[in-house]
């Protein structure tokens, strides 16, 4: 079974500033998905950022960007230039890429932007 | 921007109640599901549905679950005996594409306060 952990419950971090969110995984897989997902307070959980473990190529989505470490299991996400807006619960989540929709979630790390 | 909706935002029962979660997925959207999320701990996968059937099912979904698409509109979860561990924030998504493929689109959450 998979199995995503985020080790940073809290965070917080100036605006305007880059912070980076940590998330290892452990899979026998070799071909999967990997998320960040975003919640802001009281709000949907909206898709960040994907990547397929298959590319190479770290995925970047205009401030946002990840760091795939496919060896160490590794996908943490960079916000650079952060703004009030940023402020959410961000979740790192796995999906298998055969025959299994299920996402597994980490158990999320709650960002806070400081004006 | 179409949403996906959820209502109840709120329900509170009493142990041994039926519970109906309602969610109406995107309109083209051809996949759905349903997470949960205990208060304090992971969002966690309890179903996906598809061509009107369940394509896959976590452990937690046992008899007690069961879902349905009753008018090709709304995605139901219900709850047949609610038990006071089933207390949690529900989630439903739907998505154009089968797993990693497709991004999923969540609802705000119903939260289910079982006493």
């Known amino acids: 079974a998979q199995t995503v952990t985020q080790s940073q419950p809290e965070m917080s971090v100036q605006e305007a500033e880059t912070v980076t969110l940590s998330c290892t995984y452990d899979t026998s897989e070799s071909n999967y998905y990997l998320f960040w997902y975003k919640q802001p307070p009281s709000r949907q959980m909206i898709l960040v950022i994907r990547?397929?473990?298959?590319?190479?190529q770290n995925a970047t989505e205009n401030r946002f960007s990840v760091n795939f470490q496919k060896a160490a299991k590794s996908f943490s996400l960079k916000i650079s230039d952060s703004q009030l807006g940023d402020t959410a619960m961000y979740f790192c989540a796995f999906m298998s890429l055969f025959g299994n929709e299920k996402l597994t979630f980490g158990t999320g790390t709650r960002l806070t932007i400081i004006p | 921007e179409p949403e996906v909706t959820q209502t109840p935002s709120h329900q509170v029962t009493q142990m041994g109640q039926e519970v109906i979660l309602r969610c109406v997925p995107i309109?083209?959207?051809?996949?759905f599901y349903w997470y949960r999320q205990i208060l304090g701990q992971k969002v966690e996968f309890l179903v996906s549905f598809y061509n009107n059937e369940i394509s896959e099912k976590s452990e937690i979904f046992d008899d007690q679950f069961s879902v349905e698409r009753p008018d090709g509109s709304n995605f139901t979860l219900k709850i047949r005996s609610t038990k006071l561990e089933d207390s949690a924030m529900y989630f439903c998504?739907?998505?154009?594409?089968?797993?990693?493929?497709?991004?999923?689109?969540f609802g705000e959450g119903s939260r289910l306060t079982v006493l």
């Open positions: 990547q397929e473990a298959y590319k190479q």
């Open positions: 309109s083209n959207h051809l996949y």
């Open positions: 998504a739907s998505s154009t594409l089968a797993g990693g493929t497709g991004e999923l689109f």
